[in-house]
């Protein structure tokens, strides 16, 4: 059962089999360059075992579509080189980033996760909205 939720500030949040996975955006305005079509954000994610048993992040999958429609898909071992491992209660919090050739753009995903008994399940990343303050937002 997956429970999707958003405030107005910009975090999601979705839980999937007890797994909160809560992301923020953030526009990088030092990064990017408007004239040269690059546009670029940083992503908090905190990831908490609501659950009752231990679980491992294996890997990621990202799927990222610009304005225009653009798509680029990513997929890896872990997240930013690590593999955490979450006792019940225990979080994973960490930030990253990706560029874009348009002022506007969505991320979804998901992560491959292992519990302790061996089961392997996807923990849904919510869908979040990428959009520069600068620029008319488009609906997503």
Known sequence: MEHLASDPV????????????????????????PDQH????????HIENQGLETV????????????MGQVQEVSGAG?????P?????ESFAYTSG???ATPSG????????ESQTGDVFEATI???????????????
């Open 10 to 33: 910009g975090i999601y949040a979705l839980t999937t089999r007890s797994i909160l996975v809560t992301v923020e955006p953030e526009f990088l305005e030092d990064q990017s360059d």
């Open 38 to 45: 690059r546009y670029v954000w940083a992503y908090h994610v």
């Open 56 to 67: 491992q992040l294996k890997s990621r999958y990202w799927h990222i579509t610009d304005e």
């Open 79 to 83: 997240v930013i080189g690590e593999q």
């Open 85 to 89: 491992r979450l006792s019940p209660g």
């Open 98 to 100: 990706t560029p874009l």
């Open 106 to 113: 969505i991320m979804k995903g998901h992560y491959v996760m």
């Open 126 to 140: 919510p869908a979040f909205s990428l959009d520069c303050p600068y620029h008319n937002r488009l609906l997503h």
